[in-house]
């Protein structure tokens, strides 16, 4: 069964810290690793990681993959209050039996930002 | 259109009514996925279809639950005879191809009273 496990599973940090949030994953049929953000809405789109090594970066957001060790890790610098919401995790992959693919999130890191 | 849209937001629904929740995906997206997202928890697939063919449901909870999208474009999810189990917020997600990423809809809350 495909899994994938984030943490910490709850921060707490000050206006202007920089934070590291994990995720670790085992999935077979592995396609790519998403991150998304989710305030009291809909998860918005954040990264989409397919190769080791590359960070990818959008503003003071950053993230990277490592397929060998099987983890990704989004930085967020200088962090505002405006960050504040659950970081998700999501890897994906395809089904064995059919054409399709689907997305196995984690529990999400609720980080919180207080000024 | 500028993204996928749900309807209705919120739904109270009595225990063993029936309930469908609708999605719109983002014009000429091709893929429609569906997530359940019990509270405090990451979402969880459902089903997904490609065009009108649902190629995957192999998430669907139980029997009571059916998805269509008969001409490729809106979706609607079914779910018959609630039960309290399934008041969850239910997400849905298109993208463009196969493989690509996923843009999500504001969801529904369901509540089963």
């Known amino acids: 069964e495909d899994k994938v496990v984030q943490s910490p599973l709850s921060l707490v940090v000050h206006e202007g810290d920089t934070v590291t949030l994990n995720c670790s994953y085992e999935?077979?049929?592995?396609?790519?690793l998403l991150w998304y953000k989710q305030e009291k809405k809909a998860p918005t789109f954040l990264f989409m990681l397919?190769?080791?090594?590359i960070e990818k970066k959008s503003g003071r957001l950053s993230s990277i993959l490592d397929k060998k060790e099987l983890f990704s890790i989004l930085n967020i610098t200088a962090t505002q209050t405006g960050d504040s919401a659950i970081y998700l995790c999501?890897?994906?992959?395809?089904?064995?039996?059919?054409?399709?693919?689907?997305?196995?999130f984690g529990e999400g890191t609720q980080l919180t930002v207080n000024p | 259109g500028a993204g996928v849209s749900q309807s209705p937001r919120y739904k109270v629904a009595k225990r063993g009514q029936d309930v469908a929740l609708r999605c719109d995906p983002i014009?000429?997206?091709?893929?429609l996925f569906w997530y359940q997202q019990a509270l405090g928890q990451g979402p969880e697939f459902l089903t997904y279809?490609?065009?009108?063919?649902?190629?995957?449901k192999s998430g669907l909870p139980s029997d009571r639950f059916f998805a269509e999208r008969p001409e490729g474009s809106v979706s609607t999810l079914k779910i018959q005879r609630t039960q309290q189990e399934d008041s969850a917020v239910y997400l849905c997600?298109?993208?463009?191809?196969?493989?690509?990423?996923?843009?999500f809809g504001p969801g529904t809350r369901l509540t089963v009273t």
């Open positions: 997600a298109s993208s463009l191809a196969w493989g690509g990423v996923q843009y």
């Open positions: 999935v077979t049929n592995f396609r790519s």
């Open positions: 397919t190769s080791s090594g």
């Open positions: 999501a890897v994906e992959s395809t089904g064995e039996e059919t054409s399709g693919s689907r997305l196995t």
């Open positions: 014009s000429g997206h091709v893929s």
């Open positions: 279809f490609q065009n009108e063919a649902q190629l995957d």
